[in-house]
Structure formats: C-alpha cells, structure tokens
C-alpha cells in the first residue's frame, strides 16, 4: 500500500481541531503536547500502514495495561524511566552540580511512612524467610565529611519478590524502614537478602517485552531515597553483584557503580558481634550526596506514591521534615 495522507492540508488542519488549537478554552501546554502526540501517532499509522486490525489489538492492550495498573511496569520496560534519569544527569552536568552517588530509577513500589529509627533498624518482621543481610554504609558529602542525620529510606522485595503492601501476604512495612544516620554518618539494617522478580507471566507488560524479543526480569536489589538538608535528594537503588540479571535488567536501573557484592560471612566473631544466630550476607553501600542550596533539590520530586500526601511533600520541600 503506498497511501500517504499525513502531510495532506486536511490531516494537518485535522490534527490542530484534534488538539483544540480552535479553542478558547482548555491548557495550552496540553494542546501543544497533544497536538505532537497525535500527529506523531498519525505519522506512524501512515508510514507504517497499521491496519485496523493492528489498531484495535493496540486499543485493547492499552485497556488491559490500565485495568491492571501495568503502565508503572511497562513505564521502566520501556525505557521511560531511566530516560528521565538521563535527562536529569544531563540537567545536573549542566548546572555543575557533578559528583556523588548516582540516580537511578525509583520504581513504583516505595510506600511512605516507614517506621523510622535511628542508626539502627531490624527491617524484617521476624516471620520472613531468607538469608540474613547485614546491610551497613556511610552517608558523606562529596568532599568524605560524614553527614550525621542523614534519612536514609529503605526497601526491597522478600526472597519471592514481594513487596509488602503490594503482597497482602507480608505484614504492615515488612522489609521497609526509614533510618537517620549516626553521629559518624552510618545506617546500619538488618533485613533478608531480597530476591529479583519478574513481570507477571501472561501480563499485558509481558505481552509487549516478549513482541520485542525481550524478557522481563530484574536482578535483587535495594531500593533507596538519601536526604539531608543542604544536599540533594538522591534516589538510587543498589544490584546485588552475582544476579544472572544483574546486567540485563528489564528496568534498565542498573548503573556500574551501583552493583554491590553480597560477602557471605561465617565467623563466629563477626556473627556474635552482631547478635545474629547464624552466617549472614554482608552489604555494604556508602552514599555521597552532592550540595545545593535549592530546596526543590533536597527533596524528592510529587509523584502519586502509596501512602504519602501533598502536604509530606510541602513539609520536605520546606525543610522541616525531621533531619
Ligand atoms: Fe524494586
């Protein structure tokens, strides 16, 4: 078929009355968004002839992706979110704001209100199955002073690849807490060692990554949010070195400096002088948080998250939430 009509006065003309361009009304970053995203679509349908066939399975996966709230999963798979991480790298390079541990994608499981603690907190509930971790770093600025009072929030999967809340099967912020540094600047957590996880088999995420050829897997990892005033807010996770994922992960959040070992620890020494009954995995991920005197920086961007409201984000951003 080789039927072009895009670049026609009436598909154009068509594409500005889509996007209310002949209204008084409405949002006009809206319309101007719009107007590209249609026209771009209308393009592709063109260039590619899709056939109404193509159309409607398109239609109807969208509608499946929604009614399973799948769009925070296909988000990553598609690159999206770590596409965001390199514009604000970029945004960062280009204020001079260099150095510190690096970004990367947050993933839509955080839930706001973990118990907090400070220096210290037992992340699982006591009931969870898994090898014991010893996860333990140091929060400092890019210079190496310690940052005491740092809030550092915590939380990964269990070793099936849930995540409380999300998994009604784990107790109330199982594997999830919120610890503010020592006078030294060290968080110390003693958890389980989390297992990666998969999108569900059949989903509608699923159905798009295996039309690439691709797989949808994630290596174990941690997930991380680090602040303290006068530093920019960090949002970072770290991946377990060893992971047949580790390198190929679905998500795209793996960055070099941001794969940690998992040393498996034996001696009695070591397992007495952390009151623990047995061998344990030790982790051990120091942080760096570069300075900026914005207070837009020091705190984690809106998104809609579980649990947590305008007014915690207000309270951030004011710098009155507890440092
Ligand atoms: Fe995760």
Redesign the pocket.
Known sequence: MTVKIFDTPNVQDFIKTVAGFDQTGGNDRAKKIVHRLVGDLFKLIDDFDVTEEEYWAAVNLLNALGSQTQFGLLSPGLGFDHFLDMRQDAIDAEAKRVGGTPRTIE???YVAGAPEAEGFARMDDEETEGETMWLTGQVRDVDGTPIAGAKVEI???NDKGG?SFFDPSQSEYNLRRTIYTDSKGYYTARSII?SG?GVPEGAPTDVVLKSLGRHGE?PA???YFVSAPGHQHLTT?INLAGDPYTFDDF?F?TREELVIPAERIDDATEINKRDLDGPFSHVVFDVELSPTDALDLQARHARPRAKENEQDLASQLAGTAKV
């Open positions: 993933g839509p499981l939380w990964h999967a995540y989390p996880y994630r990892h941690i997930h996770q998500a959040a």
